[in-house]
């Protein structure tokens, strides 16, 4: 079993950055391929981005590509999203999971999630 807990949220101006992490405990992520993903007020669940096991191979999405990085320190067993450039529409919660699947981009690929952080980006 994998607990997760984002931390990081809050609200940013447009054109501002913000840093999550994603803090695992219970088992090491090292063996697992994470993700994170958002859900904005009346949407359902976006894929965000993914990186592989070992951090050699990341996924994002076109609406975050260039914007945002993904990496992780699995000494620390943690997960972070660097996100530049924030825009308005960036605003949602923001999750992160883990998944045994190293390709997965969908909610179903990922076993474990956390709760989630707030991230508001006001214009």
């Known amino acids: 079993q994998v607990q997760l807990a984002e931390s990081g949220g809050g609200l940013v101006q447009a054109g501002g950055s913000l840093r999550l992490s994603c803090a695992a405990s219970?088992?090491?992520?090292?063996?697992?391929?994470m993700g994170w993903f958002r859900q904005a007020p009346g949407k359902e669940r976006a894929f965000v981005v993914r990186?592989?096991?070992?951090?050699?191979?990341?996924y994002y999405s076109d609406s975050v590509k260039g914007r945002f990085t993904i990496s992780r320190d699995n000494a620390k067993n943690t997960v972070y999203l660097q996100m530049n450039s924030l825009k308005p529409e960036d605003t949602a919660v923001y999750y992160c999971?883990?998944?045994?699947?190293?390709?997965?981009?969908?909610?179903?690929?990922?076993?474990?999630w956390g709760q989630g952080t707030q991230v508001t980006v006001s214009s």
């Open positions: 999971a883990a998944s045994t699947d190293p390709l997965g981009v969908r909610s179903v690929s990922f076993r474990y």
């Open positions: 990186i592989s096991w070992n951090g050699g191979s990341t």
């Open positions: 219970g088992r090491t992520i090292s063996n697992y391929a």
